[in-house]
């Protein structure tokens, strides 16, 4: 079972814009959903997104209407599109695939580190 694999992180200013992706080989066909989170204060994971086998997606309310998440079955890849990013949006962000057994087996990512500055 193949882990997840995020990418597209970076430093970006106050206001900025970037979009992480996360392959994960098997999410289409499985139709697995996948979540977002990223690391709170304190170390624990604070979740971000969810988008759901149909395609539906959720937000929290920390990020909604500045973050959208997407899909290219194609690449069995999962976007997150992070516009007018915070400062406090800065820390480690990681996909996680969920849905049936299959999806859940190995289902973490490695994370990717967001920095953003004022």
């Known amino acids: 079972q193949v882990q997840p694999v995020e990418s597209g992180g970076g430093s970006v200013q106050a206001g900025g814009s970037l979009r992480l992706s996360c392959t994960a080989p098997g999410f289409t066909s499985n139709s697995c959903g996948m979540n977002w989170y990223r690391q709170g204060s304190g170390k624990q994971l604070e979740w971000v997104s969810s988008m759901n086998p149909d395609g539906s997606t959720v937000y929290a309310d920390s990020v909604k209407g500045r973050f959208t998440v997407s899909k290219d079955k194609a690449k069995d890849t999962v976007y997150l599109q992070m516009n007018s990013l915070k400062p406090d949006d800065t820390t480690m962000y990681s996909c996680?695939?969920?849905?049936?057994?299959?999806?859940?087996?190995?289902?973490w990512g490695q994370g990717t580190q967001v920095t953003v500055s004022s």
């Open positions: 996680q695939r969920t849905g049936g057994n299959w999806c859940r087996l190995n289902a």
